[in-house]
T-cell receptor, first 114, second 114 residues
Framework: AQTVTQSQPEMSVQEAETVTLSCTYD???????LFWYKQPPSRQMILVIR??????QNATENRFSVNFQKAAKSFSLKISDSQLGDAAMYFC???????????FGKGTKLSVKP | SQTIHQWPATLVQPVGSPLSLECTVE??????LYWYRQAAGRGLQLLFY??????ISSEVPQNLSASRPQDRQFILSSKKLLLSDSGFYLC?????????????FGPGTRLTVT
């Protein structure tokens, strides 16, 4: 069965600094997608970035980028120039197959210090 | 533009009482619909998904059920709530079948079973 592990329950970063959130997953599939979702205090889940497994190039969305290591089954999220609004729970998710089912990690709570 | 609504926003129910949570999507047709549960300190767990009216797939055996009486309406129900049903329930929709389609989440319902 596929699993997603986020080993950092909490992380803290100084405003304007860079932080990296870790995620590892386990799967026997070769074609899949990986996602990072943000859940601010309002609790609404927002997609931050996604990576298609067959693409070797790491995805980037403005200040957010990923380090996708397919062989190691690792998918970390780097947030550059951290802002106070980045404070939230961040969830790593895995998806494969035709049904759209996502498997989520337990999340990492990110705090941003002014 | 598309919007997704959930109600109620919060709910406190006694053990053994029935449950009905509603999710509606506006601005799109024939969406894929999903119900997730987020327990305290855990990631999201997919409960049900639907690719069309009357078509429901269950991911986790439990005392909950789902129905899709209309194209853009998804209902989560229970005949008798358990304490373990407490949590944050999120509805999501996607434009197509498969993880390549982004899932958009609603604002959620916080359920407390007493």
């Amino acid at each position: 069965a596929q699993t997603v592990t986020q080993s950092q329950p909490e992380m803290s970063v100084q405003e304007a600094e860079t932080v990296t959130l870790s995620c590892t997953y386990d799967t026997s599939e070769s074609d899949y997608y990986l996602f990072w979702y943000k859940q601010p205090p309002s609790r609404q889940m927002i997609l931050v970035i996604r990576q298609e497994a067959y693409k070797q190039q790491n995805a980037t969305e403005n200040r957010f980028s990923v380090n996708f290591q397919k062989a190691a089954k690792s998918f970390s999220l780097k947030i550059s120039d951290s802002q106070l609004g980045d404070a939230a729970m961040y969830f790593c998710a895995y998806g494969a197959g035709s049904q759209g089912n996502l498997i989520f990690g337990k999340g990492t709570k990110l705090s941003v210090k002014p | 533009s598309q919007t997704i609504h959930q109600w109620p926003a919060t709910l406190v129910q006694p053990v053994g009482s029935p449950l009905s949570l509603e999710c509606t999507v506006e601005g799109t047709s024939n969406p894929n619909l999903y119900w997730y549960r987020q327990a305290a300190g855990r990631g999201l767990q997919l409960l049900f998904y639907s690719v069309g009216i009357g078509q429901i797939s269950s991911e986790v055996p439990q005392n909950l059920s789902a129905s899709r009486p209309q194209d853009r309406q998804f209902i989560l129900s229970s005949k008798k709530l358990l304490l373990s049903d407490s949590g944050f329930y999120l509805c999501a929709w996607s434009a197509g079948t498969g993880v390549a389609y982004e899932q958009y989440f609603g604002p959620g319902t916080r359920l407390t079973v007493t």
